[in-house]
C-alpha cells in the first residue's frame, strides 16, 4: 500500500509534493498531461497579484488574502526548488486603466488602492504606493482620450513559462517523488480508511491504494471530492480561456520596449504583460473567454481551442487592446510570432465577471478542506498557490503525525 498521493500537477500539487518530499516523504504523483505544469498553471499571465483589481469585493478580504500569499510567494518557491527568485524572469510593474464602462468609479477605486497601499505599508518590506498618472504620464503608454484614468503599481508577473521549467526540474530530480505523468484519473474510491485511485495510461487502466490523498486538480477537483464524500454546496463557474503569447527574437524585441504591462479594470476586459525579455502575453475577455458552465462536466468544453480560428483570433485582439494602448499596434506585423493556448478558470459563484455582484470579483474563501486522510485544496489565485501548497503539505504532515501517535498509544496501552 501507498502512502501519499497528490492529484494535479500543476503548480499548487508540485509544490505540494515537494514539500512533503523535503519531510522525507514518499509521494507519487499523478497528472493526466505528459508534463507537469502544461495547464492552467502555464497559461495564465503569471500576475503576483497584490489585491488592486479586487476592488469590487464588497468584503474588502480579497486584496488582504493575495498580499499574503505574494508576501510568501518567493520563499517558497526558494525553498522547495533551490533557485534565487531574482532568477525568475519579472515583467514591467503593472499600470491600471480604468475604461470609460468601468463598473467602479474612478474615486471608488482609487479609495480601494489607497486601502491597498496602507496594507502594504505595514509590512517589513519596501513596497512603493500606487499613484494617479498625469495626462502627460498617460500619453506614454495609453491613448489618453480613451481611459479615465491611470495609476501606475509596483505589482508584477512572473513569467509562467520560466517559473513551469523550474518546478518541473526540482520535481523530476526528487528521488522522493513518483510521477505519474500522462496518467487520467478516472475514479476515487473511500474504503476502510483508504483510497483506491483508479487511473488510465498508456499501460492501461491501474488501481492504487493510498491511506492519504492530497486533492490539487483543478477544472475537475470537486468531481473528485464528491466521489469520496467531500461534498461543498456551493455554487461554482468554470471557464475556458485563450491566451496569447508572443514570443520576438532579441534582434526584434525593441519592438516591444514602448508596451507597458496594463489591467484594465473594473469589469470583464483583459491584461498586457510585457515580460521584457521578448515574450509578451495578450488577453482581451469578451472574446477570449471560449465557453463557460456551472457543471463540472468537461465535455462541454471540448474542443473550444482547436475550433477556434487563432490568426483571426489574434488579429482581433491586437485591434482592441490597441485602441487603449497604440504601442501594441505593431504586432500585426508579427502574428507568426503568436502562439495562442488555453486554460481552465475555476471560482466560487455561478455569474460571470461582467456582474457587478458577482463572487468573481472576490478570492477570498480559499484554502484546504478535510474529510478524514482526503486533502482538497483550493488555490485560488496563481499568487496564492505556493502559500496554500504549503498549508496543504503542512496540515497533511500534522495529519499523519497524529496518526503515529495514536497508534504508539494504543500500542502501549496494549502492554500495560
Not at 261 to 268: E, I, Q
Not at 316 to 321: F, G
Amino acid at each position: 500500500m501507498n502512502a501519499i498521493a497528490v492529484l494535479g500537477g500543476g503548480l499548487a500539487g508540485s509544490l505540494t509534493a515537494l514539500a512533503l518530499a523535503q519531510k522525507g516523504f514518499v509521494v507519487t504523483l499523478y497528472e493526466q498531461d505528459a508534463v507537469l505544469m502544461n495547464a492552467a498553471s502555464l497559461h495564465n499571465e503569471g500576475k503576483l497579484h497584490l489585491g488592486y483589481v479586487y476592488a469590487a469585493d464588497p468584503h474588502q478580504k480579497t486584496y488582504k488574502k493575495m498580499i499574503q500569499g505574494c508576501v510568501h510567494f518567493f520563499s517558497v518557491i526558494e525553498q522547495l526548488t533551490g533557485i534565487n527568485h531574482n532568477m525568475l524572469t519579472q515583467s514591467s510593474p503593472f499600470y491600471y486603466a480604468i475604461l470609460p464602462d468601468s463598473q467602479l468609479s474612478v474615486d471608488a477605486i482609487q479609495t480601494h488602492f489607497s486601502l491597498v497601499d496602507d496594507a502594504l505599508s505595514a509590512l517589513p518590506f519596501n513596497v512603493q504606493p500606487s499613484f494617479a498618472c498625469r495626462p502627460d504620464e498617460i500619453k506614454k503608454g495609453f491613448n489618453l482620450g480613451a481611459v479615465q484614468a491611470v495609476f501606475q503599481t509596483h505589482e508584477f508577473s512572473i513569467d509562467p513559462l520560466h517559473l513551469a521549467s523550474v518546478v518541473y526540474a526540482a520535481v523530476m530530480e526528487n528521488p522522493n517523488i513518483l510521477v505519474n505523468s500522462a496518467s487520467t484519473l478516472l475514479r476515487a474510491e473511500h474504503v476502510g480508511g483508504h483510497f483506491t485511485l483508479e487511473s488510465h495510461s498508456l499501460k492501461g487502466k491501474t488501481k492504487d491504494v493510498y491511506t492519504h490523498v492530497i486533492n490539487c486538480l483543478w477544472q475537475n477537483r470537486m468531481a473528485f471530492d464528491r466521489q469520496v464524500g467531500l461534498i461543498e454546496s456551493r455554487g461554482f463557474i468554470l471557464r475556458y480561456k485563450a491566451t496569447i503569447r508572443f514570443y520576438l527574437p532579441k534582434a526584434k524585441a525593441e519592438s516591444l520596449g514602448k508596451i507597458v504591462s496594463a489591467t484594465y479594470v473594473t469589469g470583464p476586459f483583459g491584461d498586457v504583460v510585457n515580460y521584457q525579455n521578448g515574450y509578451l502575453y495578450l488577453s482581451w475577455y469578451p472574446f477570449s473567454k471560449l465557453h463557460e458552465s456551472t457543471s463540472d462536466d468537461l465535455s462541454v468544453f471540448e474542443d473550444k481551442l482547436a475550433t477556434l480560428n487563432t490568426k483571426a483570433f489574434v488579429l482581433q485582439s491586437i485591434q482592441v487592446l490597441s485602441k487603449y494602448q497604440p504601442a501594441l499596434s505593431v504586432l500585426v506585423n508579427y502574428v507568426h510570432q503568436a502562439s495562442v493556448s488555453g486554460g481552465y478558470i475555476f471560482a466560487w459563484g455561478q455569474s460571470d465577471i461582467d456582474d457587478p455582484v458577482s463572487e468573481l470579483h472576490q478570492r477570498h474563501d480559499i484554502g484546504v478542506h478535510r474529510l478524514g486522510n482526503w486533502l482538497s485544496v483550493d488555490t485560488g489565485k496563481f499568487t496564492t498557490a505556493p502559500f496554500i501548497a504549503m498549508q496543504a503539505a503542512q496540515r497533511m504532515e500534522a495529519i499523519i503525525k497524529d496518526s503515529v501517535d495514536q497508534s504508539r498509544s494504543k500500542k502501549d496501552e496494549a502492554c500495560e
